[in-house]
């Protein structure tokens, strides 16, 4: 499974960016997509976290401000990011998990900067 990410920029505090997660190879079996974050110095973190059936899970500091949201279809997550904060600042890391062997994939990051 290959992870391609994308949508990550600068804003000012407020602002909006949504970021896109493109799944390709054996995706059949992959059955949660999500989104995890990392700041300098600090451990990587989980953001949101979205089944095929269609649930989702939110870290408390983004629950009303984030949104997860997947297309099948394209075998692509999304995360709409709104209301941002510079504590929003990491680089963002699409994540998928694969039920047919337990695998976790990893996308290659994309920055996401806040200014106050």
């Known amino acids: 499974v290959q992870l391609q990410a994308s949508g990550g920029g600068l804003v000012q505090a407020g602002g909006s960016l949504r970021l896109s997660c493109a799944a390709s190879?054996?995706?059949?079996?992959?059955?949660?997509m999500g989104w995890y974050r990392q700041a300098p110095g600090k451990q990587r973190e989980l953001v949101a976290t979205i089944t095929n059936g269609g649930s989702s899970n939110y870290e408390d500091s983004v629950k009303g401000r984030f949104t997860i949201s997947g297309d099948s279809a394209k075998n692509t997550v999304y995360l709409q990011m709104n209301s941002l904060k510079p504590e929003d600042t990491a680089v963002y890391y699409c994540?998928?998990?694969?039920?047919?062997?337990?695998?976790?994939?990893w996308g290659q990051g994309t920055q996401v900067t806040v200014s106050s």
């Open positions: 190879g054996s995706t059949f079996s992959i059955n949660v």
């Open positions: 994540n998928a998990e694969r039920d047919l062997d337990k695998r976790t994939f």
